[in-house]
């Protein structure tokens, strides 16, 4: 039996970023209804419905910016407050990166990356050739690359501190046994 999360454990964005998704999955099934004639059989019908919902939630991303985060931020009881602070870090350097990923790369990176679709579901969800779809993905993985290097490597040195103490100490111990004081 599926147990869901109850509304009380959730912020005020989750809530709202809940119904604004229903609204979409509701709104992709009457598109779908309304169009069930132009079902030509060509691709699978769950392939043609996740097309509708994804040209469903596109139009909608064009009209209201921002639309909020991809991912939903569901943290694992079983990690310490720690942990999940770091996953939050983690997840915030990733959304915000893809978010910022012009909307032809996104779009692939996020069928293919987060939601698991083939190539070949994302070709035609996309209606695409399935060259352009894994350009598109190589393409996308480069510039999220870059954009969480250009993010991160100014924290290296705090994230990643050198070992100057234990420098220290090995330095002393040879200039102790070289006769060096």
């Known amino acids: 039996m ?3 999360a109850s509304c009380d454990s959730l912020t005020d964005e989750e809530i709202v970023d809940r119904v604004r998704a229903g609204d979409r999955a509701q709104q992709a099934y009457v598109d ?4 069930l004639g132009d079902f030509a ?4 019908f769950s392939t043609w419905l996740t097309r509708i919902a994804v040209h ?8 209201q910016r921002p639309e909020g985060e991809l991912m939903t931020n569901l943290p694992d009881p079983n990690r310490s407050p720690e942990q999940r ?9 990733l959304v915000t990166a893809i978010d910022e990923l012009p909307e032809h790369f ?9 939601q698991g679709l083939s190539v070949e579901e994302t070709a035609e969800t996309l209606d695409l050739n399935t060259e352009t779809v894994k350009t598109r993905l190589h393409r996308a993985r480069g510039l999220l ?3 969480i290097i250009a993010r991160t490597e100014p924290a290296l040195a705090r994230a990643l501190p050198f070992p ?4 220290d100490r090995v330095v002393a111990a040879v200039l102790h046994r070289i006769g060096v004081q």
């Open 32 to 35: 779908a209804f309304a169009h």
């Open 164 to 167: 100057d103490t234990r420098c």
């Open 85 to 93: 602070t770091q996953d939050a870090e983690t997840q915030k350097l």
């Open 41 to 44: 059989g060509r691709a699978r």
């Open 2 to 4: 599926l147990q869901h």
């Open 106 to 114: 996104r779009t692939v990176f996020v069928l293919r990356a987060v």
């Open 145 to 147: 690359q870059k954009a």
């Open 56 to 63: 469903e939630a596109l139009a909608r991303k064009r009209r």
